[in-house]
């Protein structure tokens, strides 16, 4: 089971607390009816799957009800850091010598 740091409650609680919302940094198109129909699907159905350090967004469900951002490796499940949602995904970053 995976423990999650929620960076509003300062507290290292466990999955089942938590909902998994996403990627991360998925910002909306400033002009959606401009895109033709092919970037509006991509921009709604297509994600990064990446294999190794992925930044995501989980929700704290059971705990504050905020959203949260997670850098967490895909592979070995491991959390390398968490931030509030209004912190910069760049402070979010994978430790040295990980997903090797």
């Given at each position: ?10 507290e290292l609680r ?7 919302s996403g990627e ?18 991509d921009y709604l ?56």
């Amino acid at each position: 089971m995976l423990q999650i740091y929620c960076p509003y409650c300062a507290e290292l609680r466990e999955e089942e607390e938590f909902a998994y919302s996403g990627e991360a940094g998925i910002a909306r198109p400033l002009n959606p009816e401009e895109l033709s129909d092919e970037a509006w699907g991509d921009y709604l159905f297509f994600r990064k799957n990446p294999r190794g350090a992925h930044q995501e967004m989980w929700l704290h469900a059971s705990g504050c009800r905020r959203y949260f951002n997670v850098l967490r490796d895909t592979v070995t499940y491991d959390i390398y850091a968490s931030s509030r949602i209004d912190e910069p995904l760049a402070a979010l970053r994978e430790p040295a010598g990980a997903g090797q």
